[in-house]
């Protein structure tokens, strides 16, 4: 069990959520690499954001569910927040590149506001923030080269 106090970020916590940037940066490096198919990668690297947009933005339904000393508005804004990353993902996969990634850096940007948010306000463990700040940033950082192969 994943200690909600532990200062210390739990092995398996970093290999899933490093691990999971290898998708953004071998379909960012491909969309370059392979213009002859760049858009085709593109494509893919904007589906895979949304996908991870959409799980980011669980993680608030699953700490309004858990999190402890939460008043009943503090509660529910966190479950209605909790579906608005998949809203913006949605529209996404049906945009043109450069909308696409404006969509999603926007969503990704938006989600950090709200995880800090409710770090302040709750006992999230120390290293969900930085950890969230740099998968956020690395993903960003891939969508809009992504936004600039396309």
Do not use: K, N
């Amino acid at each position: 069990m994943i200690q909600s106090h532990s200062p210390t970020l739990p092995p398996v916590v970093a290999w899933l959520g490093y691990g999971g940037l290898l998708p953004f940066l071998a379909l960012a490096s491909a969309s370059w690499l392979d213009q002859h198919h760049g858009l085709l990668w593109s494509d893919a690297l904007f589906a895979y954001g949304a996908i991870i947009l959409s799980f980011v933005g669980a993680l608030h339904w699953g700490l309004a569910m858990s999190l402890t000393g939460l008043t009943e508005r503090q509660r529910s804004a966190c479950f209605a927040w909790s579906v608005v990353p998949a809203l913006l993902a949605w529209p996404a996969l049906m945009l043109p590149a450069p909308l696409a990634a404006s969509l999603l850096v926007a969503g990704f940007i938006a989600h950090y506001l709200q995880d800090s948010r409710l770090a302040r306000r709750t006992a999230l463990p120390s290293w969900y923030l930085p950890l969230r700040q740099r998968l956020s940033g690395i993903a960003i950082i891939c969508l809009l080269a992504g936004m600039l192969a396309a």
